[in-house]
């Protein structure tokens, strides 16, 4: 699947003009990366949702990308859009199976002395350790690995087959299975220096 380019701007310059307060670089960004949004959303199930939803999940994180987006960090844009476009994805099927969406009559007491905590539960400092690890995991990612390579790892480590990768790249098998050997290869250096 090829993500839709239009006009004959790069992204990056659509994003300094964006940047700048200029609406229709904005739109022109919006317009190329929807099919990368549109693939990203049929991806996730939203309980007690759809599709239309994670899409407009998805559009938040693509602008929010281009309001954040940092060109002197040496990644492209069109790999940073993506990050985002799932990490709010991503937020929002996590926020629609929490425990405080269930409907009440599922809860218990909090003043009940005989319910225990239930498995599995984490505590705030839990949850804000390991959101704090994966941000640090996806950083060194995207440091550590060529634009090709993060795209492919990202997709991999969101449990996505070796076919979906090579469709969603354009790439052959053994170019996807090469950037993940590769990855590896480098982050287990990473993390043994």
């Known amino acids: 699947m090829r993500w839709c380019v239009q ?3 790069s992204d990056e310059v659509l994003v300094m003009r964006a ?9 022109q960004l919006l317009r190329r990366h929807m099919n990368m949004v ?6 996730f199930f939203l309980a007690g949702g759809d599709t239309d939803d994670l ?9 929010s990308a281009i309001r954040e987006y940092r060109a002197e960090e040496g990644k492209s844009f069109k790999n940073f859009a993506y990050l985002c476009v799932t990490r709010h994805i ?8 929490r425990r405080k969406n269930r409907p ?20 705030p400092e839990e949850f804000l350790l390991d959101g704090e690890s994966r941000l640090e995991f996806r950083m060194k990612l995207m440091r550590e690995l060529s634009d090709f390579e993060f795209r492919v790892m990202t997709m991999y480590l969101e449990g996505m087959s070796y076919a979906r990768i090579c469709e969603a790249t354009g790439k ?11 990855s590896k290869k480098k982050l287990q250096k990473a993390y043994t220096e």
Do not use: F, W
């Not at 991503?90 to 199976?97: E, H």
């Not at 052959?172 to 590769?182: E, F, G, I, P, Y």
């Open 7 to 9: 006009g004959s701007e």
């Open 19 to 27: 940047q700048a307060g200029q609406q229709d670089a904005t739109e």
């Open 38 to 43: 549109l693939a990203r959303a049929r991806g």
């Open 55 to 63: 899409v407009q999940e998805g559009m938040i994180g693509l602008y």
């Open 90 to 97: 991503l937020d929002a099927v996590k926020r629609s199976s």
């Open 104 to 123: 009440l009559n599922d809860s218990v007491s909090l003043s009940d002395p005989n319910v225990e905590e239930l498995p599995g539960a984490e505590g």
């Open 172 to 182: 052959d098998m053994k170019s996807v299975d090469n950037a993940l050997t590769r």
